[in-house]
């Protein structure tokens, strides 16, 4: 875990560093277009100001120490602000956005899985295989743009944001709150489509191949009846790599966010993050990749923990006697 | 002869693969007595376990059971109702309910695999238990660690919160065997229960089942492929052949005079103590055929030392009756059955 | 033919035929193929398919609406005519929004024919040639199948065009994170020990970054003036940086499975030297699983190429890829009025859908017992 994270951090740095020059020449070639022109000892004094001076292994640690200890990010170059003060206002609304499309998937996914998987080769199975398939063939770029589409023809506009315009300065309220639902289920749509579309498929094969093991007939065999049949035994063992998705979904809903985000102007990390991204504004940038990362890691963290409580094997034998 | 506990006639069952439909099963004829113990012996891919799980309808799709009926008489016999088959039942009728697992306790080939993984024993047990006699949770817990001490389950008071994973093959076994016996059941089917095992745990297993059936005055219905098991617990035996019963007998006429060339061949190649030192045992030559290109006529004949050309490949082979419940399913004794 | 024939047939037949058989039995699987098969000619051809060169442009008819190709005409000067041809357009201009909308004019016939003389290009980059497979017979008249684009280039084109890059960045990236995984994958399960121990934390390190935060960073820090080919070559290095690691997970397990079989210690024993048993003995056995993860693993990088330069993060015009594209449909103004820039929206979502299921047929045929 520790080692985890200490391995996105240096991957992050590299990330900033990639792009030729550093903050200061981006400072000073912003000064120069003013018609301001820094002298070398002011360019020096920068540096050393903000920790740019010496190797790049001292540089890492400056950066390092520097978000550890004093929780500085840096600084962002296009808001000209620290990039904390840009981040943390919006990363709450992020957070909202990918656990309720979440909470959503989940929700959706996991009765439509296990009905594909019980009645595998019906009507309803083959239209759930061919929607999932098609879900998630489809970036989810396209299918705002289809959604768009649908919306200018149908109403004329796009519903953007995340509140009416009457709504957003108002202190919450059950009115501010049902007309936030009203805008949320657009980036639901849009960003959740493809982690249904992938848990769907997981939980279906799972299930199909929990169905067919020896237990399950033992089970039947001992005149379990087949609703309790179906809870207790298949589902309970097919709900573990559900569970162990988090680690996946998570990241794939923040994603998703940059596309929803850049689309429908939403609050939240993705646009700043793709602005940053083109205007090379590589702290910014860095900083949201670490946070998005961060909240992957603690994601696979709280799924590991699940799963740890839901399977004894895991309990009892570690994961090495899971797995066999 | 008096009333059979379970018939089964004409049974067929099959599989739908992408090559066509595989009759596992080809009309099959098999009835088990009660207190009495039926082995069902032959090569793997012969049927014979299709056949067990055909009884408590346990085929899964692409299988399914075409036609036949398996008639249960064990409420006629025990006083409690009508016999009633099997096959005809609704899939949701209490009856069918109440002999998985009440009047018929069945145990599988791998026992570890047949026990959910996730939860312990005790549980398993104990739902099987709350299903068949209505106990409380409380009730059904102690009667569980009865159970599994009867079994020979050694610290049964601790084990059954034990995970399945965390038990040996032969104890699951065991956990398997209780479950079966939750409801007294009378009848207990035991497919290829010692296959997975080591052969001293086999041996303790049998003796298990033995001692259990003497205990319990159950009927027992043997799968297997080991002849050395059915010599030993058998009372009745059935020779099965690419989804045939090819001949019937009881154990001791079936070692004493087999009929049957196929029961012949698996005899002469069963390896006995002295006598087959220093020569190599006899095979029976060639393969079961794939079941999907099942020789024309009968069955067994391009790998029968006596097959008739001209007739045993060509025409389905009639089954002979000797008497007192023996049968064989081959030509050479159709003059024989003449003369009786 | 007789059964026993077929029988004769079956035990005779080599690995890759009997995955072979049972591939073609699965349906989907098999006509994605040949869907792939078209694709890959659309690649190799795409100069002679494209009615137009890559950099044609037509400002006379920019975002004019796709035309049906028609076999007859029934009211031109003769009355009924065969004749395969498209109706020309006709333009209107919004008096107040001074915006030009285009519409399929009956009475102006547009001339289509195959193998046209058009624009002069280089087949293979080698060939110089100016025959197209369809065209306007005169090289001037517009015949737009799919529509234009808001700069007036044909879609069509365009698409074609597309279609070489994007896939190519797919099929590329794949081999390159292969060549990566497979080396990796392979020394790591070959070996154990503490060679599988390094391996297999570098891999969870890299997989627990998640991946298009790092495409994207790793494609902001490319200069903005690189020239397009530079790009594509980067974008498919970074997408394979990334993505060999399921990969070399998968090459490392089966080799794993396969290090105490008997062939592996007897090639072993026969003198053969590590790096023969591992490419030459064991790869091969199981080589039609690593055609399927392959081919799994494709669409994922299409998807992400695809991605990344819509975002504006990728691929760059005058480099055409879907992505690129797309960007064409983001501004919902134009999109309403022009619902056929998703077009090469269809063709991500087609491409996808066929590798996935030829990767699915190809790893049921190469494992008969897994369902």
């Known amino acids: 875990m520790a080692a985890t994270l200490l391995a996105i951090s240096l991957v992050v740095f590299v990330i900033i560093n990639l792009p030729p020059g550093d903050y200061v020449t981006a400072l000073q070639s912003r000064y120069a277009a003013q018609g301001q022109n820094l002298t070398l000892q002011d360019i020096e004094n920068l540096r050393v100001r903000y920790g740019l001076d010496g190797n790049l292994l001292q540089q890492y640690w400056h950066w390092f120490t520097q978000i550890v200890v004093h929780g500085d990010l840096g600084m962002s170059f296009e808001h000209e602000k620290p990039v904390s003060q840009v981040i943390a206002p919006r990363l709450g609304w992020t957070l909202a956005v990918s656990v309720i499309t979440l909470l959503v998937t989940w929700a959706l996914a996991f009765p439509i899985g296990i009905y594909s998987a019980v009645k595998q080769h019906s009507v309803g199975d083959y239209a759930v295989t061919t929607v999932s398939f098609l879900g998630l063939a489809t970036p989810n770029f396209l299918i705002a743009l289809v959604f768009i589409y649908f919306s200018v023809t149908w109403f004329g506009s796009v519903p953007s944001g995340l509140c009416s315009p009457e709504w957003c300065d108002a202190s919450w309220n059950l009115g501010k709150l049902l007309d936030l639902l009203g805008h949320l289920w657009i980036p639901m749509l849009v960003i959740g489509t493809a982690g249904v579309a992938g848990l769907v498929r997981i939980i279906r094969n799972n299930l199909l191949d929990e169905l067919r093991r020896p237990y399950v007939t033992a089970a039947r065999a001992r005149g379990v009846p087949e609703g309790p049949l179906l809870r207790r035994y298949p589902l309970r063992v097919a709900l573990n790599p559900f569970v162990s998705t988090i680690g996946w979904v998570l990241p794939l809903l923040l994603v998703g966010d940059i596309v929803v985000g850049q689309i429908l102007s939403l609050p939240t990390l993705g646009p700043i993050l793709l602005g940053s991204l083109k205007s090379q504004d590589m702290y910014l940038a860095g900083s949201i990749i670490m946070v998005l990362s961060v909240v992957t890691v603690i994601g696979t963290l709280i799924s590991d923990l699940l799963l740890g409580w839901l399977d004894p094997r895991i309990r009892l034998m570690g994961a090495q006697g899971a797995r066999q | 002869m008096e009333q059979p506990l379970l018939e089964i006639s004409g049974l067929h069952t099959s599989f739908g693969t992408y090559d066509g439909k595989v009759r596992a099963v080809d009309g099959v004829d098999l009835s088990v007595h009660a207190g009495r113990t039926l082995c069902v012996v032959g090569e793997s891919g012969c049927g014979k376990s299709v056949t067990a799980r055909s009884i408590l309808r346990l085929v899964e799709e692409p299988g399914s059971i075409d036609a036949g009926t398996i008639t249960w008489n064990g409420d006629l016999l025990e006083g409690t109702g009508e016999p009633f088959d099997v096959l005809a039942l609704d899939p949701k009728d209490k009856r069918l309910q109440k002999l998985r697992g009440g009047d018929i306790g069945m145990i599988f080939q791998e026992p570890a695999a047949s026990l959910l993984p996730l939860r312990t024993v005790g549980a398993q047990l104990v739902e099987t238990l709350r299903i068949h006699t209505g106990l409380d949770k409380k009730a059904a817990r102690a009667k569980a660690i009865e159970l599994l001490d009867t079994v020979g389950i050694p610290d049964a008071g601790r084990r059954v919160d034990a995970y399945p994973f965390q038990l040996s093959g032969g104890m699951c076994q065991r956990v398997m065997i209780a479950i079966a016996l939750c409801a007294n059941p009378s009848l207990l089917i035991a497919d290829e229960p010692t296959t997975a095992l080591d052969v001293t745990t086999q041996a303790r297993i049998l003796d298990l089942i033995r001692s259990l059936q003497a205990e319990h005055h159950m009927a027992v219905m043997f799968i297997t492929h080991d002849l050395g098991v059915v010599a030993e617990l058998a009372d009745e035996v059935a020779v099965m052949y690419l989804g045939r019963v090819v001949e019937r007998a009881s154990v001791e006429e079936l070692f004493a005079d087999p009929k049957h060339p196929y029961t012949k061949a698996l005899l002469a190649s069963v390896p006995v103590l002295g006598r087959d030192r220093g020569r190599d045992l006899p095979t029976i030559p060639g393969a079961v055929p794939g079941p999907l290109h099942r020789p024309g006529g009968c069955s067994f004949h391009p790998r029968c030392a006596e097959a008739i050309a001209g007739t045993c490949d060509v025409e389905a082979p009639p089954e002979v009756d000797f008497g007192g419940g023996r049968t064989a399913e081959c030509v050479l004794y159709e003059t024989e059955e003449a003369r009786t | ?371």
Request: glycine share 8%; net charge negative.
């Open chain 3, 1 to 371: 033919m007789s059964v026993a024939n077929a029988e004769m047939k079956r035990t005779r037949a080599s690995q890759r035929k009997l995955v072979w058989w049972a591939f073609k039995k699965h349906r989907l699987a098999y006509f994605s193929a040949w869907l792939l098969a078209a694709m890959l000619i659309v690649i190799a051809l795409c100069e002679f398919i494209a009615p137009f060169n890559a950099r044609h442009r037509d400002s006379e008819y920019t975002t004019a609406p796709p035309q049906v190709l028609k076999l007859w005409d029934t009211d031109g000067p003769d009355g009924f005519e065969f004749g395969l041809h498209v109706d020309g357009y006709t333009s209107e201009q919004d008096p107040r929004s001074l915006r030009i909308t285009y519409e399929p004019d009956p009475e102006d016939r547009v001339d289509v024919g195959f193998f046209v003389k058009g624009e002069e290009y280089e087949l293979f980059g080698l060939i110089p040639m100016d025959r197209h497979l369809i065209g306007p017979e005169d090289p001037d008249d517009p015949m737009y199948l799919f529509g234009t684009t808001t700069d007036g280039q044909d879609l069509l084109s365009q698409l074609v065009y597309a279609t070489r890059v994007s896939a190519s960045v797919g099929i590329i990236g794949v081999l390159l994170a292969f060549l990566l995984g497979i080396v990796l994958g392979a020394v790591s399960g070959y070996f154990g020990g503490w060679i599988d121990n390094t391996v297999q934390r570098i891999i969870e390190l890299i997989m627990s970054v998640p991946s298009i935060p790092l495409w994207l960073g790793l494609a902001a820090a490319m200069p903005a003036q690189m020239g397009p080919v530079a790009r594509y070559f980067i974008i498919t290095t970074i997408l394979a940086l990334v993505a060999w690691t399921g990969l070399a997970r998968e090459v490392r397990g089966r080799f794993l499975a396969l290090r105490n079989e008997e062939f592996v210690t007897s090639a072993l024993l026969d003198g053969s030297g590590h790096a023969r048993v591992m490419f030459r003995h064991m790869l091969p056995s199981f080589s039609s699983h690593i055609i399927a993860a392959l081919s799994l693993s494709i669409p994922g990088m299409i998807l992400a190429e695809t991605a990344l330069s819509w975002l504006g993060m990728g691929l760059r015009p005058p480099a055409v890829s879907w992505g690129v594209q797309l960007q064409d449909a983001s501004k919902w103004s134009v999109l309403s009025g022009a619902p056929w820039l998703l077009i090469p929206g269809i063709c991500v979502v087609l491409v996808v859908l066929a590798f996935n299921f030829v990767g699915d047929g190809l790893r049921d045929a190469a494992d008969p017992y897994k369902h």
